[in-house]
């Protein structure tokens, strides 16, 4: 299978992404994955030429694995620069009107949580689900790796 890359994005945590009891907030980890997915889709996808994906595309599921709790530990934060997580995440499954992305949440080098999320290319004018465009799909496929 061609590609198999993974895009890296380091997300700044912030007090505010906190629970109760100190830790990320659950439905943060979705925010910080969003975060890296529209990093990769919108500005990767614009300066490879292809900003459809900013015209419309669509979550129709998503499922988290949370795996360690993450704190906000400021003992790793520095005056320039908050305490961070890193996300790794890539294409599993590119289909002719949807597509998967797969991550990878890291608190220093331990993966903290898996998730996936299946998007639907999504024509805003018109109100309905499309086709991925070739140009989208080429733009895709060096990060597909399929599932293990």
Not at 5 to 17: G, I, M
Not at 29 to 40: D, G, H, K
Not at 132 to 142: G, I, K, N, S, V
């Amino acid at each position: 299978m061609p590609g198999g890359q993974r895009y890296t994005f380091h997300a700044a945590l912030r007090w505010s992404d906190l629970d109760a009891y100190g830790h990320l907030n659950n439905a943060r980890f979705l925010t910080l994955y969003e975060e890296a997915r529209v990093a990769l889709m919108f500005s990767g996808g614009r300066a490879w030429g292809v900003d459809s994906f900013a015209d419309g595309v669509l979550i129709h599921r998503h499922e988290v694995d949370y795996l360690r709790p993450v704190d906000y530990r400021l003992g790793r934060a520095t005056a320039e620069q908050a305490p961070s997580v890193r996300i790794e995440l890539w294409i599993e499954q590119v289909r002719p009107s949807r597509f998967t992305v797969a991550y990878e949440m890291f608190d220093g080098d331990q993966v903290v949580s898996r998730a996936r999320s299946v998007l639907v290319p999504f024509d805003l004018g018109q109100g309905r689900p499309r086709r991925l465009t070739d140009a989208e799909r080429a733009f895709l496929l060096p990060y597909v790796r399929p599932a293990d």
